[in-house]
């Protein structure tokens, strides 16, 4: 995790600047070397103009002494496909640097054997990139975000693909939207999975609901890809339900940061 002193004379190394647009929230890391000196999140906007991302991201940099000049270099992935070109201003017009954009063409050193290769998304990719240069294969990748993404990695490092399911707080809201007298609720762990008031019952769905589903498919994964396969965890829900689930070997909170710095190294 990345500590919380300021950084200083930063402007001599140069730094890169690494930013991954998901759908809920925009990751930006800051890194000095190999090292990860500074992480932020966003909001994910896309009725934000360029400029307003870059007053957000400036202002961000600044609480932690990095001004725009100290970074030299800056790497993006996105699955909202019109922000590319607002980040690509971004770094265009307020830093002077043109970023590498993840996609199609550029290189992972990851094989992908989906069907379609073009169709997976770059954050899927980006995290077997940077486990991949942790762990040795067989890897489970879930990634408990916006969905709840589960991704398997071959004994020789392939990417071979995955399953997509509705993550915790999309599912939760769908549930809290639709259904009249449902009120939201905290999602949190109840005291037992038989609720005996409705606020309870919820919390018991979708807690325990979601901690036997992650079991369920890294069992099913494992009984396809090898029983001794790394499982790796990573986001904004992981915690969670990380320990209830019991089927976690590592929790990796920055692996798609990771991911774009190890993809910029190869495009080098």
């Known amino acids: 995790m990345p500590d919380d002193t300021p950084i200083t004379d930063t402007a001599e190394a140069g730094l890169l600047l690494a930013i991954d647009i998901g759908n809920t ?3 930006i890391g800051v890194f000095d070397g190999v090292e990860l000196r500074a992480t932020f999140r966003i909001a994910t906007d896309q009725e934000n103009f360029p400029d307003e991302y870059a007053m957000l991201v400036l202002g961000l940099l ?10 030299t270099a800056a790497v993006m992935s996105s699955t909202v496909p019109p922000l590319v070109a607002t980040f690509q201003h971004v770094c265009r017009n307020h830093f002077n640097l043109e970023p590498l954009v993840v996609g199609p063409g550029v290189r ?5 054997l989906y069907d379609n290769p073009r169709e997976v998304g770059p954050d899927r990719i980006l995290h077997a990139v940077a486990a991949l240069d942790v762990y040795e294969p067989p890897l489970i990748i879930v990634d408990l975000g916006t969905a709840c993404v589960f991704d398997a990695v071959s004994r020789d490092g392939d990417y071979l693909g995955g399953a997509i399911a509705p993550g915790i707080g999309l599912a939760s809201q769908a549930l809290f939207s639709r ?10 762990r109840p005291g037992s999975p038989i609720g005996r008031n409705t606020v309870h019952s919820m919390q018991s769905g979708i807690f325990f609901g979601y901690v036997e589903m992650v079991r369920g498919m890294v069992r099913r994964f494992k009984a396809e890809i090898g029983e001794e ?37 190869a495009n080098l």
Do not use: K, Q
């Not at 600044?62 to 970074?71: L, Q």
């Open 25 to 27: 929230s925009v990751a």
């Open 62 to 71: 600044g609480t932690r002494g990095i001004d725009a000049a100290d970074v």
């Open 108 to 112: 992972t050193g990851v094989r992908v």
């Open 179 to 188: 259904a009249a007298m449902l009120h939201r609720v905290s999602i949190e």
């Open 229 to 265: 396969a790394l499982v790796i965890g990573t986001g904004g829900y992981v915690n969670l339900i990380a320990e209830e689930a019991g089927c976690f070997d590592f929790i990796e909170a920055d692996l798609n940061l990771t991911g774009l710095r190890l993809v910029y190294e």
